[in-house]
């Protein structure tokens, strides 16, 4: 093949744009059914594209989560701890799209190593968040609106050739503070209990009993919310402006499921000052974390459905359907890598993976997944969890509890356990995570960072 044919090949392949939220809850958008909130544009990517209803993270925090996206691999399996360590020699979807030729670029939350410059897992251009200004309060519009000026400016640049790009933001990460006219554009929301499951009733008593007000407090998470959704708008109109959305598969997800309200640690005899030293730290910010898991239970650091599973959506034109809806498919960042390379062409070789291929959903076609989902945190005294099919077993954690089995076919919020009446496939089910949890490293390696 001469170069202009590979030129050619090379411009076929599709563009990928991988945008993540951080901590935002599977019932947070319009479109996976918010009583209140606002997301015309990403409502607007699910209508021209595939929203998924179980698609699963690898983690329930932000450096495991992230984990699984770039390596197709469990994050349990790493002794050393990716955030503080990195991914050793382990292959990347970024160097093996790089290798076969893609501009990569990396814009927002790193949470992935030590290292962050140019060349790192075979991304061309990062962007740090010191360098795009995120959390300045001079800015008029949302907190992300730097990572996606940075990520549309690499976009402009690379047109002409393939690349891939994850852009990934902070919102609605703590603390969630938007500037007044987001939270206005809110002002006259007032929260009834009853418009949502009976799991967020907590984070309501949390606000309550901390002295905070739920509805300016609910005001101000949809206003954060609805400054990510008017980024994300404003990257699909360059695509469209520059010809590239036909050719361009975008991606938008989360990271894990909603953080908790964290009321516990509000000291009032010194919010004042704290506040004072620094307003976007302020111990009354953390009453605006309510974010929704729809009627699922749990959130951020539990592998309950309400920790693990967050919104889908996909959107390439005329390869992922329109305005469909899959409620069967049960994928997972875990399968980013291998599902990527496929779409793209590019090959992966023997490398060691978790995750499968499951474009063929993607593509609205028949899936069937084959393998199990898997959740362990790094700590030899986790408890693990188990998903096969509509099954989720929850192992209790080495100081005690009951084993938890779940149809969550009929039963998604997890309310309702069936281990005593399905042996069976208790039995089953513990043999497979303890057959993986036998591989896992017996001692795991931490630096004094804390994951968020």
């Not at 595939?50 to 790493?78: D, E, I, L, N």
């Not at 690349?163 to 006259?188: C, L, M, Q, S």
């Not at 959903?361 to 084959?370: F, H, I, M, N, Q």
């Amino acid at each position: 093949m001469d170069n202009a044919a590979q030129c050619a090949e090379s411009a076929r392949r599709p563009n990928v744009v991988l945008i993540l939220a951080d901590d935002l809850g599977y019932g947070d958008l319009a479109c996976y059914g918010h009583p209140y909130a606002r997301t015309p544009n990403l409502d607007r990517l699910a209508n021209e594209g595939t929203r998924f209803t179980q698609f699963c993270t690898t983690g329930v925090t932000c450096c495991p989560s992230r984990t699984g996206f770039m390596t197709g691999k469990f994050p349990a399996t790493y002794r050393e701890y990716p955030a503080g360590f990195g991914f050793g020699e382990r292959a990347t979807v970024t160097a093996l799209l790089h290798d076969a030729g893609y501009r990569t670029g990396h814009f927002g939350k790193w949470h992935i190593g030590p290292t962050q410059k140019p060349g790192t897992y075979g991304i061309d251009v990062i962007g740090e968040d010191r360098e795009l200004g995120v959390g300045r309060t001079s800015d008029s519009r949302g907190r992300d609106a730097p990572i996606f000026d940075a990520a549309i400016r690499f976009i402009e640049q690379n047109k002409d050739r393939p690349f891939y790009i994850n852009v990934w933001g902070h919102i609605t990460h703590f603390p969630v503070n938007p500037p007044i006219e987001y939270a206005e554009k809110f002002k006259d929301v007032r929260v009834k209990e009853a418009d949502f499951s009976d799991y967020m009733a907590d984070k309501f008593a949390a606000v309550r009993k901390a002295g905070g007000n739920v509805d300016d407090c609910m005001q101000r998470y949809l206003g954060d919310l609805y400054s990510l959704d008017e980024d994300v708008g404003r990257l699909l109109k360059r695509l469209d402006e520059l010809g590239l959305r036909d050719n361009t598969i975008v991606v938008f997800s989360s990271d894990q499921g909603p953080a908790p309200v964290a009321s516990a640690g509000i000291d009032k005899r010194n919010a004042r000052a704290r506040k004072k030293q620094n307003p976007d730290r302020s111990p009354e910010i953390r009453l605006n974390m309510l974010g929704y898991a729809g009627g699922l239970r749990g959130g951020k650091h539990t592998m309950y459905e309400g920790g693990v599973r967050v919104p889908m959506i996909v959107r390439w034109p005329a390869r992922v359907p329109a305005g469909r809806i899959d409620a069967i498919s049960l994928t997972s960042g875990i399968d980013w890598l291998p599902t990527i390379c496929a779409l793209t062409g590019v090959p992966t070789g023997a490398i060691d993976q978790d995750g499968e291929d499951v474009s063929a959903a993607w593509l609205g076609k028949s899936y069937t997944r084959r393998k199990p989902l898997l959740w362990k945190t790094s700590n030899v005294r986790s408890n693990l969890a188990v998903r096969d099919g509509q099954w989720k077993l929850h192992q209790p954690n080495r100081t005690g509890g009951e084993v938890e089995l779940y149809d969550l076919s009929t039963d998604a919020g997890e309310r309702n356990n069936l281990a005593v009446q399905h042996p069976e496939i208790v039995e089953r089910l513990t043999t497979i995570v303890e057959r993986w949890n036998a591989t896992l490293p017996t001692k795991y390696v931490k630096t004094e960072d804390k994951d968020d």
